[in-house]
Each structure stands twice: as C-alpha cells, then as structure tokens.
C-alpha cells in the first residue's frame, strides 16, 4: 500500500519561530510537492521537487525554502514563521513514469502561528 | 494561480441521489483529474481523463470532458453518506507532472 507521511498532523508555533515540516514516501517516487490550502483558495502550490537536491518554486514560494537530500524525504521550511502562514500544509509525489499525473497524498498538517 | 474552478462550490443532496460537479479552465490542457478529500484529510485520487477522451467511468464515477467548452463534469450515481467530502478537479501544468487544483465543490450526502 502506497503511503506518504507527514511529521506532524497538529502544530503550534510562535511568530518568528523557524518551522520544519517533513513528507516521506515509499513510492519511489521522483516528484515530491508542497501545498497549502486555505478555505476559499484550494490548494496553491508552494514547492517541487523532481529529483534529489532539485527544487522548483511554485506560485506561492515566498515566505518558504524546502530541502531534498534524499529521494524518499522532501522537507518544507519557514524560515521566520508568521501568522498568514498559518494553514494546512499538505504533500504530495508522483512518478515520472509514463503520463501518469497521479498525486499520492499525505495526510496534512495544520499549522497554527500564534 | 488558479486554472480550475468548480461549481458549486456547495451541494446538499439525499442519500440515493445524484451529485453533479462541475469543473472550468481556462488553458489548453492536457488531461484532467478529479481528486476527493475527506474533512481534515490529504487528498485521494479518483479518476483522470486525457483530452482526447470524452467520457470516462470508474465504479459509480462519470467523469465527462469538454474541451470545446474548457469544461468537465463529474457525476457520482446514487450518492452514500460516505461521498460526503470536497472535491476537486486537477489539470496539467507543465512538466514533472504539475497539477492545478481548483478551489473545490463540497458534497454534503444526508442520509
């Protein structure tokens, strides 16, 4: 059974604070993505990553750097966390092979920034 | 930046009825997913449909595309309280399999 985990599913940080969340899959997949989704704006793409060490800005990159030192590990990071980051932080992989465009999920993880 | 809007936003039916969703863009695309997400949850894929497809089914999922009308529809026959979640219609941005996610239609399945 595929499966992408994520480190936290509840997470409370103060302003300022710098704020690590990580995404693991077992897929062997090459793509890794970071989302956040907010109520009334859908999912918005922050980061992307299509191989080890690659990384790719999405449409909402500011604010966030992220980091990929091996395959299965993509790792988000707010380097002075505020609280219009606070949100659901969702990640997801996908394969390279063929033209599948499938995302595999994880389960989230709900930021609070007091 | 948003490709895929879907309408409505909202939709309360009966157990045993059909809900159909609705999903616009606005570029030439490539295929088109559907994806459902149970409150609080990650999201899981349901179906995709390429554009040289117009109609794609999966169990009691309809899945139509129009690219004439940068359009798809997804219809799920006789609905169950377990339908009950947002969903969310994908299209292909670029490479390394990108995706855009529309802002979601939310089913309500009352039993």
């Known amino acids: 059974d595929v499966k992408v985990t994520q480190s936290s599913r509840y997470l409370v940080k103060r302003t300022g604070e710098k704020v690590f969340l990580e995404c693991v899959q077992d897929m062997d997949h090459e793509n890794m993505f970071w989302y956040r989704q907010d109520p009334g704006l859908g999912l918005r793409l922050i980061y992307f990553s299509y191989d080890v060490k690659m990384k790719e800005k999405g449409d909402i990159p500011e604010g966030y750097s992220v980091s990929r030192e091996k395959k299965e590990r993509f790792s988000l990071i707010l380097e002075s966390a505020s609280t219009n980051q606070t949100s659901m932080y969702l990640c997801?992989?996908?394969?390279?092979?063929?033209?599948?465009?499938?995302?595999?999920f994880g389960p989230g993880t709900r930021l609070t920034v007091t | 930046s948003q490709q895929g809007e879907e309408d409505p936003q909202a939709l309360s039916i009966q157990e045993g009825e059909n809900a159909t969703m609705n999903c616009s863009y606005k570029?030439?695309?490539?295929?088109l997913q559907w994806y459902r997400q149970n409150s609080g949850r990650g999201l899981v894929h349901l179906i995709l449909i390429r554009s040289n497809e117009r109609e794609k089914h999966s169990g009691r999922l309809r899945v139509t595309l129009d690219t004439s009308k940068k359009s798809s529809s997804l219809l799920i026959t006789a609905s169950r309280a377990a339908d009950t979640a947002s969903y969310f219609c994908?299209?292909?941005?670029?490479?390394?399999?990108?995706?855009?996610f529309g802002i979601g239609t939310k089913l309500q399945v009352i039993p």
């Open positions: 994908a299209t292909d941005a670029g490479g390394y399999q990108k995706v855009t």
């Open positions: 997801a992989s996908s394969s390279h092979t063929g033209s599948s465009y499938e995302q595999y």
């Open positions: 570029t030439s695309i490539n295929n």
